[in-house]
């Protein structure tokens, strides 16, 4: 359920529209971390479009040329034939659907506009693309050259990345502001002491994570210092610090892995899909049958963090797999001073892992099939 947010509703409605009338165009949706972009998209999706499709940016495919553009167009592949052949061949070599060509941008670009084009033949087509700022640069580019070129394809097209990221010159914006106080009042949990509850409402300065969050570590003084951003991480490190040893390894695993394969999670860690229940139950991931996803992406750097062992001792490891795990998160929202540094790139071993698997996912980690959904 989404609160406010009806002004944003109205202009991806008439987007929309405008596809429907044969024209269309595009939209890059702005904000910091927690502002509601990736609920504003899921939204959208629910719009009655002919086709919705929908991809992103995956922090660690960025330096996997196509890994954007495969994701988003996977559904409408089928239409390849239909392109001019120098741009079939084009995307056809990218997708490892032909003979491998050499990356011609321009002509990635009109096949991109073409494949999208045919596809609306049928009906207006919303692309949604979240986190544009972690699409690799090849796609970042292509979609960007065929969203100039739009207008009278039937498609609309909404980009959302963070504030001061992702490029896009001359391409209209829809800035998310927090919410408005009645709305951030009706999001915010019942029940909280009216102190505690006037001061988190003036601190997340209408940040719909912050609404979310900030109430579970409400018992706590606000950061002397701190910005909203400090809060939002301590609340998600407070709550992976709660859980137990058993759970902390697999989301260990999980945020330096990152294909969202469950499976590949579960076996990189020795552990069971029980194991995984308090960090559902802590709503700090989503576990589906085959998938596991971090609820936000701030929920994972907290579960790259070295922990100290009983003994007071640091965990360490003779041979510390690389962490590929999040960066730390960047942008903070509201006017907060940025996050502190993130947490350490060298993770322990998980404690769970058998003799002869691999300790973490990272000693595995091929790059993420072009069929797993954007993890924000
Ligand atoms: N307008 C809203 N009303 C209610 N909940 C919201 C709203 N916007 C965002 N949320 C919730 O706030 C959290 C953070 O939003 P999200 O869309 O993930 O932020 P972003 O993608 O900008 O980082 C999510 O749990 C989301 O469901
Ligand atoms: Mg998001």
């Not at 971390?33 to 995956?58: E, F, M, N, Q, S």
């Not at 392109?83 to 050499?102: C, I, K, T, V, Y």
């Not at 700090?284 to 992406?297: K, N, Q, T, Y």
Request: charged share 20%; proline share 10%; glycine share 12%.
């Amino acid at each position: 359920m989404l609160y406010g947010r009806e002004r944003e509703q109205e202009r991806l409605r008439e987007l929309l529209d405008a596809a429907r009338d044969g024209s269309g165009g595009v939209l890059v949706v702005r904000g910091g971390p927690g502002i509601g972009k990736t609920a504003l998209l899921d939204w959208a999706a629910g719009l009655d479009a002919a086709l919705v499709l929908r991809g992103g940016g995956v922090e660690f495919e960025a330096d996997l040329p196509f890994a954007g553009l495969s994701l988003l167009l996977r559904p409408v592949l089928g239409h390849l034939e239909r392109l001019p052949a120098p741009q079939r061949a084009a995307l056809a070599g990218a997708f490892g659907l032909g003979p491998a060509a050499a990356a011609d941008r321009l002509l990635v670009g009109f096949g991109v506009l073409s494949l999208l084009a045919e596809a609306a033949g049928d009906g207006p087509v919303l692309c949604l693309v979240d986190d544009a700022q972690w699409l690799d640069s090849v796609s970042a580019d292509a979609l960007l050259f065929a969203a100039r070129r739009l207008g009278g394809e039937g498609v609309a097209l909404v980009l959302a990345a963070r504030d001061g990221e992702f490029a896009a010159p001359g391409l209209a914006e829809l800035r998310l502001s927090g919410l408005a106080d009645a709305d951030a009042a009706r999001l915010i949990e019942d029940g909280l002491d009216p102190g505690v509850r006037h001061r988190i409402l003036a601190e997340a300065q209408g940040n719909p994570l912050a609404l979310i969050e900030l109430p579970r570590v409400a018992g706590d003084e606000p950061a002397a210092a701190g910005g909203l951003s400090e809060r939002l991480l301590a609340a998600f490190r407070g709550q992976v610090d709660g859980l137990a040893e058993a759970t902390r390894a697999v989301l260990l695993v999980a945020a330096a892995e990152d294909t969202g394969d469950l499976g590949v999670v579960l076996r990189a860690a020795g552990a069971q899909v029980g194991d995984l229940r308090p960090a559902e139950q802590a709503r700090l991931v989503e576990v589906s049958a085959a998938a596991l996803r971090f609820r936000h992406p701030w929920c994972a750097p907290p579960c790259t963090t070295v922990r100290r062992s009983r003994s007071g001792s640091r965990c360490t490891s003779r041979s510390p797999p690389r962490c590929r795990g999040p960066r730390p998160p960047t942008g903070a929202p509201g006017t907060g001073p940025r996050p502190p540094p993130g947490p350490t790139t060298t993770s322990p071993r998980p404690s769970r892992a058998p003799p002869g698997r691999p300790a973490s996912a990272a000693a595995t980690a091929r790059p993420r099939p072009p069929t797993s959904a954007p993890h924000s």
